[in-house]
């Protein structure tokens, strides 16, 4: 299992959410270059960002400097927040980006992702973000009636390999990660699951890669010294 540690950006700053609340807004790093030298440091080898306000308004807002953050690093990223449109997709992958991350663009356009599927195949990531157990969309604001076992079923469907599931009420609580939804989720599809939200002790990574899924991503934690990155790595290592 990988560790992808966490950079939200908002206004430009390294953010954190808790439960997706755009209101709790929480400045959680000096600046995204030095969090993402940290993540290195401790023996990183993916990153995973999100454009905080890409995600609210629908459009690219800190695509600029997320690419840079990205290859400053070394690190090997997947980003999402705001990708709805191919042209978005092409922006991210052109400058050295690993994979982009299709949220509500496979609620809302399914369209573009069999398009970017076709074209970039594996490098195309879908994000499933549900509040009990159903999707939502635009940075969490939106509600839709889509189970997220159904969505992820459709996304299988349609050529993607990798989903990034986040279960909102964890998201930012430190409460642990939603194991049950993730194991359901990965006997339902074959897809690389990685688990996002709830991260908070290496007990939980430990728990997580005994549910044999492809990731983890690790963001307040890391920030409150909860959850040390460099040991959960070598714990995950040997596992």
Not at 20 to 30: L, R
Not at 153 to 176: H, P, S, Y
Request: with cysteine; aromatic share 6%.
């Amino acid at each position: 299992m990988i560790i992808l540690p966490a950079i939200d950006i908002k206004d430009g700053n390294c953010v954190r959410l808790f439960k997706g609340d755009y209101a709790t807004v929480q400045k959680v790093a000096e600046s995204p270059y030095i969090a993402a030298q940290g993540f290195a440091d401790a023996g990183a080898e993916w990153m995973h960002m999100v454009d905080l306000d890409g995600a609210k308004d629908a459009k690219l807002v800190n695509a600029d400097l997320i690419a840079d953050v990205a290859k400053v690093s070394g690190l090997s990223v997947e980003v999402g927040g705001g990708i709805r449109d191919m042209k978005a997709v092409e922006y991210y992958l052109s400058r050295g980006i690993n994979r982009v991350i299709l949220g509500s663009a496979a609620v809302k356009n399914q369209q573009l992702v069999i398009d970017a599927v076709k074209e970039y195949g594996e490098r195309i990531v879908v994000g499933i973000d549900a509040k009990e157990g159903m999707v939502r969309a635009e940075g969490w604001i939106d509600n839709s009636e889509i189970n997220y076992i159904e969505l992820a079923k459709r996304m299988e469907d349609v050529g993607v390999k990798t989903i990034v599931f986040t279960d909102i009420d964890q998201d930012g609580t430190l409460a642990g990660p939603n194991l049950k939804q993730l194991d359901n989720l990965a006997h339902e599809v074959s897809c690389n699951i990685i688990a996002s939200g709830g991260v908070a002790v290496l007990k939980d990574i430990i728990n997580l890669a005994e549910l044999d899924v492809y990731g983890a991503i690790c963001g307040k934690a890391i920030y409150t010294g909860s959850l040390d990155l460099k040991q959960a790595i070598e714990v995950t290592n040997k596992i």
